[in-house]
């Protein structure tokens, strides 16, 4: 590596340090390394540049991804667990004998990847493109969105989606709510599908005055409300 490169990079990672200590959005970039890297958890990460690397037998867990670039890169007998992608272009990526559980996909582009063996348990896929991917079997546990949902929310939930908008703990990543005032539909939909709307504010009110832990994906909802519903 030339000392330009070395000299821009460091330059990078003190900029990135600089961001995450402001608490900050810090987009990580990696290029081109052979090594297998071991994977995250409990991490939001936004507009990823990844390119050319090596995840096979990682674990990814509690994740949730938004815009960005991970492709041509090898997922072989990874494990990706409770995790988000959000409009990531995903194209051109191996996921030979992956394991998927408990994700959503949204946006997503699998252009060109290959899903060999791979285990797909309890993921949604929401206005994904899958041109030229191969051996991707979807089964029952394989979920499809494709159409905007039509439903109305009552007062009462706009009112406490509202709230819990303001909550970093709860909607500092954007899960259930793109603005104070507008709502993700799409994934509220899947929660109306195994709740009742009754049940789902019952429990958001509790979570704004009772809740302490920080929700980074769409899994962390279903499972707090499957756990105070003893489902």
Not at 97 to 103: E, I, N, S
Not at 109 to 131: L, P, T
Not at 141 to 170: G, W
Not at 209 to 217: A, C, H, L, V
Request: net charge positive; with cysteine.
């Amino acid at each position: 590596m030339s000392k330009a490169k070395s000299k821009r990079k460091a330059l990078q990672k003190i900029k990135r340090s600089k961001k995450k200590a402001q608490d900050k959005l810090a987009p990580f970039s990696l290029s081109n390394f052979t090594k297998p890297l071991k994977g995250i958890s409990h991490k939001y990460e936004y507009k990823v540049n990844i390119h050319h690397c090596v995840f096979s037998n990682a674990y990814f867990y509690t994740v949730r991804y938004r815009s960005g670039h991970i492709t041509h890169s090898s997922f072989k007998k990874a494990n990706i667990h409770n995790s988000d992608f959000i409009c990531v272009n995903l194209k051109h990526n191996i996921f030979n004998a992956t394991t998927l559980k408990d994700c959503i996909f949204f946006g997503c582009n699998f252009e060109g990847c290959n899903f060999k063996n791979s285990k797909i348990d309890n993921v949604y896929f929401i206005q994904c493109k899958f041109v030229d991917t191969k051996n991707f079997c979807p089964n029952d546990s394989s979920y499809f969105i494709n159409k905007y949902p039509l439903i109305n929310l009552s007062s009462e939930l706009k009112a406490t989606l509202h709230q819990m908008s303001a909550v970093s703990k709860l909607e500092k990543y954007k899960i259930l709510t793109i603005t104070s005032k507008k709502y993700n539909l799409w994934t509220l939909s899947i929660l109306l599908h195994k709740f009742t709307e009754k049940e789902i504010v019952v429990f958001f009110k509790k979570l704004l005055f009772s809740n302490k832990t920080q929700f980074y994906t769409m899994h962390d909802y279903i499972f707090a409300l499957q756990n105070y519903y003893k489902r």
